[in-house]
């Protein structure tokens, strides 16, 4: 008698489908590593950002009075260093 041996060809394939598995999640990890790196590598780089928004924002902090003159200018010459 053979017992034991009736099974074997399931051995093959689940041996496969532990090989998909893996390869499958290798992949999905791959794709959210670049999808995470892609994305911060088109964020905008506020350092080099328009200031001309900056500034707007300054002038109405300014005009509402919750900026001195002295506070003024001093971020004003810091936005024009920062271009």
């Known amino acids: ?8 060809g399931w051995a093959w394939g689940y041996g496969l489908l ?12 791959v794709r959210l590593a670049s ?15 328009d200031s001309s928004g900056a500034k707007r924002i300054l002038e ?8 001195t003159a002295e506070q003024y200018r001093e971020q004003l010459r810091v936005l024009d260093e920062s271009r």
């Open 1 to 8: 008698m053979m017992w034991g041996y009736g099974n074997m």
């Open 18 to 29: 532990a090989l998909v598995g893996i390869a499958l999640l290798v992949y999905v990890v």
């Open 35 to 49: 999808k995470t790196s892609s994305r911060n590598e088109s964020a905008p780089d506020l350092r080099h950002a």
């Open 60 to 67: 109405e902090r300014f005009a509402r009075g919750e900026l």
